[in-house]
């Protein structure tokens, strides 16, 4: 589907990412030679979205794993990788899966660094084609809309990035968006700036460019008013965790949308892969982890200088005051339409997304 993913390896076995913070003005390719380069990339949100850093987490196993065998370290190195790696986010479950699937493989293995090497792969190629599924069973959401609209233009809002920047490839909220493209149907797409860091305005507007998609960046506080209006047709976000119940949570201001889509009866739906799914909790609000963030991601807008063309940092407001920066909010099932996943649609509830994975009965 892509001309690029968005992580990949090197002749020399090591691994490359894309530097998102420097997008959409600068392409910047960070080479990870340490479980500790996959660490910081993910803590400093070099990489982000739930899928991608599930997959530097599983290659930043298998750096630990190949430092480990070149340096004859015993496996307290190994250890330490993992709970290092674990620690790095706390709210995307797919970085525990996708540790936990790595911890599997190896207690399993024979050739540490081989397999190793083999498990990081089978997860990164197992999310471009849960990704291509999410698109698959989204697309007949976006055409029942096109044929009621008599093949009118479907208009799509969104919030954060969901994209293929955070995943491999596809993405979960653009797969279906894709995939509509392709066949020829008229899409455009609500972008929400998403404050702060802007991925919605970064990332996903970037994408979209590349992708030839149609679309417009409007200011966080907008989406509310387009939908009174009856300029947006359906939401669709992505998730970093999804509680069994279907408790949702995604960027801050996810939960805000989702409130003034059920207020003007408007479709919002939530794509994702089964790996951001939580099976061991039922309550989004008292159970989920919400990541707090370094102050400075409000207080300052990294931008490009209209005079000196240079990225930099401005500061928003007095220097003196203080910041509050959560990173995610829990949307309710209530609130939520549909998840669409790998294997289908379901309600978000208990029973539908059983119904979609009953061997987690």
């Given at each position: 589907m892509?001309?690029?993913?968005?992580?990949?390896?090197?002749?020399?076995?090591?691994?490359?990412?894309?530097?998102?913070?420097?997008?959409?003005?600068?392409?910047?390719?960070?080479?990870l030679l340490t479980y500790k380069d996959a660490e910081v990339a993910i803590k400093d949100m070099t990489v982000?979205?739930?899928?991608?850093?599930?997959?530097t987490?599983?290659?930043?196993?298998?750096?630990?794993?190949?430092?480990?065998?070149?340096q004859e370290?015993?496996?307290?190195?190994?250890d330490l990788a993992f709970t290092d790696l674990r620690a790095s986010r706390p709210t995307a479950v797919n970085l525990f899966w996708a540790l936990d699937k790595m911890r599997a493989a190896l207690?399993?293995?024979?050739?540490?660094?081989?397999?190793a090497w083999e498990a990081a792969g089978a997860i990164v190629e197992e999310d471009v084609e849960t990704c291509r599924m999410i698109g698959v069973?989204?697309?007949?959401?976006?055409?029942?809309?096109?044929?009621?609209?008599?093949?009118?233009?479907?208009?799509?809002?969104?919030?954060?990035?969901a994209g293929m920047l955070g995943c491999i490839e596809w993405g979960t909220i653009t797969s279906p968006i894709y995939q509509a493209v392709q066949k020829g149907l008229k899409v455009h797409v609500w972008v929400d700036e998403t404050r702060p860091r802007n991925q919605g305005a970064n990332l996903t507007c970037y994408e979209l460019t590349r992708h030839n998609v149609n679309h417009?960046?409007?200011?966080?506080?907008?989406?509310?008013?387009?939908?009174?209006?009856?300029?947006?047709?359906?939401?669709?976000?992505?998730?970093?965790?999804?509680?069994?119940?279907?408790?949702?949570?995604?960027?801050?201001?996810?939960?805000?949308?989702?409130?003034?889509?059920?207020?003007n009866n408007i479709p919002f739906y939530v794509a994702l892969p089964s790996t951001t799914l939580d099976w061991t909790i039922n309550d989004g609000l008292k159970e989920i982890p919400i990541e707090e963030r370094n102050q400075d991601e409000v207080k300052y807008v990294i931008g490009k200088s209209k005079t000196t063309g240079k990225l930099d940092e401005v500061l928003?407001?007095?220097?003196?005051?203080?910041?509050?920066?959560?990173?995610?909010?829990?949307?309710?099932?209530?609130?939520?339409?549909?998840?669409?996943?790998?294997?289908?649609?379901?309600e978000a509830s208990e029973a539908g997304l059983l119904g979609l994975f009953p061997e987690k009965y």
């Open positions: 892509s001309a690029f993913r968005t992580i990949w390896t090197t002749e020399d076995r090591f691994v490359e990412v894309i530097d998102q913070r420097s997008l959409p003005h600068e392409w910047v390719v960070v080479k982000r979205g739930a899928p991608l850093i599930g997959a987490a599983a290659y930043g196993i298998y750096l630990a794993v190949r430092e480990m065998v070149e370290l015993d496996g307290s190195f190994l207690d399993n293995a024979t050739d540490f660094l081989q397999t069973h989204g697309l007949p959401i976006l055409e029942a809309i096109s044929a009621r609209k008599n093949g009118e233009t479907i208009n799509i809002l969104t919030h954060c990035n417009t960046l409007i200011v966080d506080n907008t989406g509310g008013h387009l939908m009174q209006h009856g300029m947006v047709d359906m939401v669709i976000v992505g998730t970093d965790r999804t509680t069994r119940q279907g408790d949702v949570a995604n960027k801050i201001g996810t939960y805000l949308k989702a409130l003034a889509a059920n207020d928003i407001c007095p220097e003196t005051t203080k910041a509050s920066n959560y990173g995610f909010d829990v949307t309710p099932a209530r609130l939520v339409t549909g998840l669409i996943t790998e294997r289908g649609v379901c």
